[in-house]
């Protein structure tokens, strides 16, 4: 079973994503910021898989995707980007900076499920 951690701070929008995935048969869970994300990454923890949410506040899902990619130990970590961002200067900048997949909201779940296959499949997983 795919381990998928969302990153999320419209919780609404998280557990949707969260139910889309275990009808997908994916383990999930939930972060409604990016920075307990980062903290549970750093303390060993490692999903399959993120999906992140480009606009959160002061630190999103771009900066997060950054710190992903900088590290050695995480910079082969599918991660899927999502957002109600629609626009090609945030789509490009989000694949160029290291995102396997991007999803617009709303979120529909053949995209979903392409988006993660794609990923897992850009880092000889799945």
Not at 16 to 42: G, I, N, W, Y
Not at 102 to 121: G, R, S
Request: net charge negative.
């Amino acid at each position: 079973m795919i381990k998928v951690w969302v990153v999320d701070d419209d919780e609404e929008m998280a557990h949707a994503v969260q139910l889309m995935l275990k009808l997908l048969d994916c383990e999930s869970r939930c972060f409604f910021s990016p920075h307990t994300a980062a903290q549970a990454l750093l303390s060993g923890e490692t999903p399959d898989l993120l999906i992140l949410d480009v606009m959160m506040g002061a630190a999103g899902g771009l900066d997060l995707l950054g710190f992903v990619r900088r590290r050695a130990e995480l910079k082969e970590l599918p991660v899927v980007m999502l957002s109600a961002e629609t626009s090609d200067i945030i789509i490009n900048t989000a694949l160029s900076s290291g995102a396997d997949a991007y999803v617009t909201k709303p979120v529909v779940l053949e995209e979903l499920e392409a988006a993660i296959n794609n990923a897992l499949a850009a880092h000889g997983l799945g």
